[in-house]
C-alpha cells in the first residue's frame, strides 16, 4: 500500500453516492455507492450484464446519471461530457474499440499528449516496459497483435499523467505472461505516479493480484466488498461468479 | 372517445373470451367525422368560387394542383420517412403528357384519354424503377434521396434536349386546351384534392396505413415480422407518382403552359418545404400550407419577391430546426386547448383482443416437426473482413426444445442469431428452417420459413399503440384493410399469453414508447410470437428486467416450449436463468461450438468454469 | 483529343475543388451540407466585390475563404449543432439556410448575372492546344487544395483529433478531445472550402444568384461516391469529370450536364459504399 496521507484520507479519489444509471429506461445501476480512496486500486467484479462497465461509462459521462451523483477528489463530475472529464487527470480504457486501429502507434499516444516534446519523453518512458512501442511508432495499431493492443492501451493510460485511471477488462483473451507483465508495470507506475486504480474484471486472479480492495456487482447493487488480502476472498468471488 | 372507454372497458374480458362477432355499429359514426369534412369541404369549394375575388380564384386553382403533390410528399416522407426531392418529376410528367399530345396531336377526346393513360403510366413506371432502385437489399437509406435527386435533375435536362419537341427552355404553351369556365376550374381541381386528401386520410388511418408509420419508426422490426417493406414502399411510389401525375396534367390543361421548371429539382425541395411548414404526417398541415403559402406568394411575389422567399427560408429553417413537426400540430394543440376539447381522433379505434382459433394448416407442419428438425446449421461461419466471429456451427434443435446459447462476450452468440434470421448474413454453411435452406434470402422469406426473432434492445414501432404493433406482427397472415380499421385482432393464445400474464393487455392503448422497458420487451415478445414461428430466436430477454420480471418471462418460455411445440433459441448472460428454463444449452467461445449438452453436463463441466473464470487460454488458444 | 485531355483534366480539378469542402464536412459531421451551393455563391460574390474595389483579383481567394469561415462557424453553432441526431433534417436545415444566403445575396446584388476580373488573363500552348491560362492553373490549385487538406489532416494535432472523431467519436472524447470544436472548425473550413472553389470558377463563367445549385447537385454525387477519402474523390472526380466531358463532346451538352448524377446513381446503386475502399 502507498502511504496515504491525511488529506487523502478525507477526500477520496473518485465516490458515487446514491448513484443510478442504465441504457434508457432499463436501469442497470440502482442507487450504488462506491468510494475509491487515493492511491489505491479497486477492482469491479461480477458477472456479464451486471453493471460494470455501465459504472464506468457513467463515471465517465457516457450514460447520464439518472440519480445520484459522482465526485472526482471532492469535485462533482456528473453532468460533465466525457471530453471535460478526461481534462481533469481522468483516464479511461474501454473494453471494446479501445484503440484506433487506423492510427498508427504515436498518434494513439499522441492524442493524449500536450505536444510533441512531451511525447518524446513519454514513449522513451514506456519503451522501458514495452520496448516494441518506440520502435514501432509508425505501425498501424490494428496490425499489433491482441497483447500488443493491451500493451499500448495501458502505455497511453500511464503517459496522460492521470489521477484516477479506469479500466475495463485489460486482460480479457490474454496469455498468463502478459497479464503478469501488465501487473508488474501497474504495480510500479502506481507506486510512482500515485494514481487511483478501478478496474472492471472478469479474471479473478488478476484483480486479486492487482487490487488493494475489490466489490462484486450484482443486478446493479454491491453485493460484497472487501480487501484482496482477505483469506477465503478468492473462494467467494467465484462462489458469486459461479453458474 | 365514448368509442375508446366503451372497448377500453371490454378488451380485458375479451382477452379470454371470443366476443360476438358481427358489425360493430360504431362502424359508420367512426367513418362519419371523414365523411362529414369531405362533404362540408366540396361544399365550400363548390360556393367558394361565388364568392372569392377572381384572381384568388385564378391562383387557387394552381395552390389545390400544388397540394395534391404536396399530399404524395407528405405520404412518402411525413409519413413513411422517404426523403424524396422528385415529385416534380411526376408532376412534370403529367404536365408533359398533356402539353406534348395537345401541341403536336390536337385536343380531341381520345387524345386527352390517351394523354392521361400514358401520363399514369410512365408516371408508374419510373416510379417503379425508381423505387427499385432505391429500396433494394444493403441500399443505403440516403440513396433515394439521391435517386430522388437525380430525377427532375434527368426529368428536366430531357425536356431541354428535347428541341422544338418538348418546347427546350421556354416550354409549350398556346396549344389548345379543354374550355372550362375559371369556377369551373375551382370546383373541379377542389373536389379533386378534397377527394384526394379524404383518400389519404383514410389510408393512413387505416390498419394497412401504420404500415407506413412502422416503417418510418422502424423499418428492421417490419422486415422481421415479414413484411415486405421494399414492396410497400414500392407500390406506394407508384401511388404518389400516378397522383402528382394527374395534378400535373390538370395544371398543363389549366395553365396552357409547361415549362421544364415543372419538372425540377428545385421545385421538388419547394414540395417539401411547404411540408415541412404545414407539419410532416398531418395531411392536412402539407395541403393548407402549400395552398397558403402559394396564395401568399402570388399577391407578394410582385412586389416583394426576394423578402418572401426570404422569409420562407428563415421560416423553413427555423420550423425544422424548433418545431419538427410543423406548424399545424403547434396550432391543433393550442386550438385544442383554447376549445378545451381533446380531439384524440387516433385513440377511437381500438379492437378486441380474440384467442385465434388454431387453423388445421398448422397440423401439417407440427407434423412435419417431428420428422426434420425445427432448425439445422451446418458449417456455419461468419467473417467480418479478415476478423471471423463463427467456426463451423453445426447443430440441430427440434420442436420442443429450450435451447440456450452461452458463452462470454464476443463469442458469438448475437452474430450466430443474425446468420439464422437473415440469409445474407453468414459467409458459409447452410440453414435449415424445418427443412427449408434460407439460401442468401432477406428476414421476411426467413420468417415465412418460420423464424421469429425478437432483439436484444425491445424493438418495437415507438409512436404506434401496443394494439396497433400487434396487429402489425399479424399482417402476415391476415392481410389489413386499406381503409379501416379492423374492430378485432386475433392473435395465437401464446401472445395473447404474454400480453395478460405482463400486464400488456391494460396498455392496448397506450403508444409504445410510454411503457415501461419490461412492457416494452414484453411488447415485443407478443409480437414475435403473433407471427407463430416455428423456430424462436431470443437474445437476452431479460436484460434489463427487474427479477419479478425475468420470472414471469421464463415461466412463459417454459409453457411455450412445452405446449406449443415451438423451438426456442435462447441468448442469455444470465446464468441462473438459463439453468432454470433450457432443455440443452450449447456453449460458444471464441466462435466455437464448445460444448453441446444437457444442463446438468454444462454446468458441470471444467471447461465452463475456466471459461467463466477468465482463464480463456485453458483452451488451448494462442490469443495474444 | 488533346483539347479533351485538357478538358478532362481541368473539369476535374474544378470538380475536386468544388466538392472537397463538401467532403470534409461529410467526413467528420456525417452531415450533407446543402448550403454548399450557397457558400459557393458567397465565394462568388467575394470575387465579384474584389473586382468592383478595384484590388488584386488574387485576393479574391483569401477574402472568400475567411468570409466562409467566419459564416461556416456561424452556422454550425446555431443552425446544425442541434441537428446531430436527424441527418435527413440538417440537409433540409442547410438547404433552407441556402436559400436565406441567396435571397440575401440577390437583395443587394440584384438577379443579373455579373463578371469578375480573372487574376491571370490569356492561353498557353499545351499539348499543341491554345488553352485558357486560368482554367490550367486550376489543376495546381486542386492539387494545392487536396495537398493541403491532406497536411492539415495528417500532420496537425487539429487534423488528427479530428481523424479520431471520425473514426471513433466516443473514444475520442474519452480522451479529452472536444468534438464540438473540432466540428465547429470543420464546418467553418468546409465553408471556407466551398467559398474559396467558388472564387476560383467564378473567372471562368460568371456570377449569378442560382450559380452554386448545379455544383451542389454534382459535388453532392461525387462525396456519396467518394465516401469519406481525399483519394478517392479524386478518383471520382477524374472519373466522372472524364465521362462528363466525354459526353458533353461526343453526344451533347445538355446529357453531359446529366452524367456525373446519373452514373453516380448507378454506381451507388450496384456498391453502395462506392469507391471508398469497404
Known amino acids: 500500500m502507498p502511504s496515504v496521507t491525511l488529506m487523502a484520507e478525507v477526500i477520496p479519489a473518485l465516490e458515487c453516492r446514491g448513484l443510478s444509471s442504465g441504457y434508457g429506461e432499463a436501469v442497470v445501476i440502482r442507487h450504488l455507492d462506491l468510494v475509491l480512496r487515493q492511491g489505491e486500486t479497486l477492482a469491479l467484479l461480477g458477472k456479464n450484464g451486471m453493471g460494470k462497465s455501465t459504472l464506468l461509462k457513467t463515471v465517465m459521462g457516457y450514460l447520464p446519471a439518472l440519480a445520484g451523483t459522482v465526485r472526482l477528489e471532492g469535485r462533482t463530475i ?80 500511464l503517459i496522460s499523467a492521470p489521477r484516477v485511471m479506469l479500466v475495463d477488462e485489460i486482460t480479457e483473451g490474454l496469455q498468463p505472461s502478459v497479464v503478469t507483465r501488465l501487473v508488474e508495470v501497474l504495480r ?41 488480502a482477505d483469506a477465503g476472498a478468492e473462494t467467494r468471488i467465484i462462489d458469486h461468479l459461479r453458474l | 372517445m365514448t368509442d375508446h372507454a366503451d372497448h377500453a372497458a371490454e378488451s380485458p374480458a375479451a382477452g379470454t373470451v371470443a366476443p360476438p362477432r358481427g358489425l360493430a355499429p360504431g362502424t359508420l359514426a367512426a367513418r362519419h367525422p371523414v365523411a362529414l369534412g369531405t362533404l362540408l369541404a366540396l361544399g365550400a369549394v363548390n360556393v367558394a368560387p361565388l364568392v372569392i375575388d377572381t384572381y384568388s380564384v385564378n391562383v387557387l386553382v394552381r395552390s389545390f394542383l400544388y397540394a395534391a403533390v404536396a399530399l404524395t410528399v407528405d405520404l412518402l416522407w411525413g409519413y413513411t420517412g422517404i426523403l424524396t426531392f422528385g415529385q416534380s418529376a411526376f408532376f412534370g410528367i403529367g404536365a408533359y403528357a398533356l402539353g406534348l399530345a395537345f401541341t403536336h396531336i390536337g385536343l380531341t377526346p381520345a387524345v386527352a384519354v390517351l394523354a392521361l393513360a400514358g401520363a399514369v403510366v410512365v408516371a408508374a413506371a419510373v416510379a417503379a424503377l425508381t423505387g427499385w432502385l432505391a429500396f433494394g437489399y444493403g441500399v443505403s437509406p440516403i440513396y433515394v434521396s439521391v435517386v430522388t435527386l437525380v430525377l427532375p435533375i434527368v426529368a428536366t435536362q430531357l425536356v431541354f434536349s428535347g428541341g422544338t419537341f418538348t418546347g427546350s427552355s421556354s416550354g409549350l404553351s398556346g396549344f389548345d386546351t379543354f374550355e372550362l369556365d375559371l369556377e369551373d376550374w375551382f370546383r373541379l381541381a377542389g373536389c379533386g384534392l378534397v377527394l384526394a386528401t379524404a383518400a389519404a386520410w383514410l389510408f393512413v388511418r387505416s390498419d394497412a396505413g401504420r404500415v ?9 422490426r417490419c422486415t422481421y415480422l415479414g413484411l415486405r417493406t421494399a414492396r410497400i414502399k414500392i407500390a406506394l411510389m407508384i401511388a404518389c407518382g400516378i397522383v402528382a401525375a394527374i395534378a400535373g396534367y390538370g395544371y398543363a390543361a389549366y395553365t396552357d403552359v409547361v415549362a421544364p421548371e415543372l419538372t425540377g429539382f428545385v421545385f421538388g425541395t419547394e414540395l417539401v418545404i411547404w411540408v415541412a411548414l404545414g407539419g410532416r404526417g398531418t395531411l392536412l398541415g402539407p395541403v393548407v400550407g402549400t395552398i397558403l403559402i402559394d396564395l401568399t406568394s402570388a399577391y407578394l411575389s410582385g412586389s416583394l419577391p426576394f423578402i418572401w422567399q426570404l422569409l420562407l427560408g428563415v421560416a423553413f429553417v427555423l420550423v425544422i430546426v424548433a418545431l419538427p413537426r410543423g406548424l399545424l400540430p403547434v396550432l391543433a394543440a393550442g386550438g385544442r386547448r383554447f376549445a378545451g376539447a381533446a380531439a384524440g381522433t387516433r385513440a377511437a379505434v381500438l379492437p378486441n383482443l380474440v384467442p385465434l382459433v388454431p387453423t388445421p394448416t398448422a397440423a401439417p407442419a407440427d407434423a412435419g416437426a417431428s420428422a426434420t428438425p425445427a432448425l439445422r446449421l451446418r458449417g456455419v461461419t461468419r467473417r467480418y473482413g479478415s476478423l471471423q466471429v463463427l467456426h463451423d456451427i453445426s447443430f440441430t434443435a427440434h420442436a420442443g426444445e429450450l435451447l440456450s446459447i452461452v458463452g462470454p462476450n464476443g463469442a458469438g452468440k448475437s452474430s450466430l442469431m443474425r446468420c439464422i434470421a437473415d440469409g445474407h448474413e453468414r459467409t458459409g454453411g447452410t440453414v435449415d428452417i424445418a427443412g427449408h435452406p434460407i439460401g442468401r434470402r432477406n428476414p421476411e422469406a426467413c420468417v415465412a420459413f418460420g423464424v421469429g426473432r425478437k432483439f436484444q434492445a425491445a424493438s418495437v414501432f415507438d409512436t404506434l399503440t401496443v394494439a396497433e404493433c400487434l396487429r402489425l406482427a399479424r399482417m402476415r397472415h391476415e392481410p389489413p384493410s386499406l381503409w379501416r380499421r379492423a374492430k378485432t385482432l386475433r392473435l395465437p393464445v401464446s401472445a395473447l399469453q404474454v400480453a395478460q400474464a405482463t400486464g400488456l393487455l391494460e396498455h392496448s392503448g397506450e403508444e409504445a414508447r410510454h411503457l415501461s422497458h419490461g412492457l416494452k420487451q414484453a411488447l415485443e415478445l407478443a409480437m414475435v410470437l403473433a407471427l407463430e414461428p416455428t423456430v424462436l430466436l431470443l437474445d437476452e430477454p431479460t436484460a434489463g428486467l427487474t427479477r419479478p420480471e425475468r420470472q414471469t418471462i421464463g415461466t412463459i418460455l417454459s409453457a411455450l416450449t412445452r405446449d406449443s411445440g415451438m423451438c426456442v433459441l435462447l441468448v442469455e448472460h444470465d446464468l441462473d436463468f438459463v439453468r432454470e428454463i433450457s432443455s440443452r444449452v450449447v456453449v460458444l467461445h471464441q466462435g466455437k461450438l464448445a460444448l453441446d449438452g444437457t444442463v446438468a453436463e454444462v454446468v458441470g463441466s471444467d471447461l465452463v468454469r475456466t471459461i467463466y473464470s477468465g482463464e480463456t487460454h485453458a483452451l488451448g488458444d494462442a490469443h495474444g | 483529343m488533346q483539347a479533351q485531355i485538357l478538358d478532362i483534366a481541368t473539369s476535374a480539378a474544378m470538380l475536386y475543388a468544388v466538392a472537397a469542402g463538401l467532403l470534409v464536412i461529410f467526413g467528420v459531421m456525417k452531415i450533407i451540407n446543402f448550403a454548399h451551393g450557397a457558400f459557393l455563391t458567397l465565394g462568388g460574390y467575394c470575387a465579384l466585390l474584389t473586382t468592383w474595389a478595384g484590388i488584386s483579383p488574387w485576393l479574391a481567394f483569401p477574402v472568400a475563404a475567411i468570409v466562409g469561415f467566419i459564416i461556416g462557424a456561424l452556422v454550425e453553432r446555431f443552425i446544425v449543432r442541434p441537428l446531430y441526431q436527424r441527418p435527413l433534417d440538417a440537409i433540409l436545415a442547410t438547404w433552407g439556410l441556402g436559400i436565406i444566403l441567396g435571397q440575401v445575396i440577390t437583395l443587394i446584388f440584384g438577379r443579373e448575372v455579373q463578371f469578375v476580373q480573372s487574376p491571370v488573363q490569356g492561353t498557353a500552348l499545351v499539348l499543341d492546344t491554345d488553352y485558357s491560362l486560368y482554367r490550367l492553373l486550376l489543376v495546381p490549385g486542386a492539387i494545392l487544395v ?46 471556407a472550402l466551398a467559398a474559396l472553389a467558388g472564387a476560383l470558377i467564378t473567372p471562368l463563367s460568371s ?16 462525396v456519396m461516391v467518394a465516401g469519406r477519402s481525399l483519394i478517392s474523390l479524386m478518383v471520382a472526380t477524374v472519373v466522372l469529370g472524364g465521362a462528363q466531358v466525354l459526353v458533353s463532346s461526343y453526344a451533347s451538352p445538355v446529357l453531359g450536364g446529366l452524367t456525373i448524377a446519373v452514373l453516380a446513381a448507378i454506381i451507388l446503386r450496384i456498391r453502395p459504399q462506392g469507391f471508398a475502399r469497404d
Open chain 1, 78 to 157: 456528473s453532468g460533465l461530457p466525457p471530453q471535460r472529464i478526461a481534462r481533469q487527470a481522468v483516464s479511461y480504457t474501454p473494453q471494446d474499440q479501445a484503440l484506433f486501429p487506423d492510427l498508427n502507434v504515436g498518434d494513439n499516444l499522441r492524442l493524449v499528449v500536450d505536444d510533441e516534446r512531451a511525447l518524446r519523453t513519454a514513449v522513451a518512458h514506456v519503451g522501458g516496459y514495452f520496448p516494441f512501442i518506440p520502435d514501432r511508432l509508425t505501425q498501424k495499431a490494428g496490425t499489433l497483435s491482441g497483447g500488443e493492443q493491451k500493451m499500448l492501451l495501458l502505455a497511453r493510460a
Open chain 1, 188 to 228: 510500479v507506475e502506481q507506486r510512482r505516479l500515485g494514481f487511483s486504480l478501478l478496474i472492471v474484471e472478469q479474471n479473478v486472479r488478476f484483480a486479486l493480484a492487482v487490487a488493494d480492495r475489490y466489490a462484486v456487482l450484482k443486478q446493479g447493487e454491491i453485493a460484497d466488498l472487501g480487501a484482496s
Open chain 2, 212 to 220: 407506413l408509420v412502422a416503417i418510418r419508426e422502424n423499418e428492421q
Open chain 3, 146 to 191: 487536396g495537398v493541403a487538406l491532406a497536411a492539415l489532416l495528417h500532420g496537425t494535432r487539429l487534423g488528427l483529433a479530428a481523424r479520431a472523431v471520425i473514426m471513433n467519436e466516443a473514444l475520442a472524447r474519452g480522451l479529452g478531445i472536444d468534438s464540438d470544436r473540432v466540428r465547429s472548425l470543420t464546418f467553418g473550413l468546409g465553408s
Open chain 3, 207 to 222: 456570377v449569378d444568384p442560382a450559380m452554386g445549385v448545379p455544383w451542389l447537385v454534382n459535388a453532392f454525387m461525387l
